[in-house]
């Protein structure tokens, strides 16, 4: 299996470059990233946690 993550910019991420998130999914971890700066570790969550956060902003009306 490849050790590459397949990154995924947000629908909501802006097209000037600002405020940009990336995922990777993994079938036991979700990797988060800033696209601005790659070369910092991305953040780790359970798909779990993943999905109740994304649920959460959904919901909030961002």
Do not use: Q
């Not at 990233?33 to 959904?58: N, Q």
């Amino acid at each position: 299996m490849s050790t590459e993550l397949d990154w995924h910019k947000s629908s909501y991420s802006g097209s000037s470059g600002d405020n940009c998130v990336e995922v990777a999914m993994r079938p036991d971890t979700v990797h988060v990233r800033d696209s601005k700066d790659t070369g910092i570790s991305p953040l780790t969550v359970s798909p779990t946690a993943w999905a109740v956060f994304t649920a959460h902003a959904a919901g909030s009306n961002m």
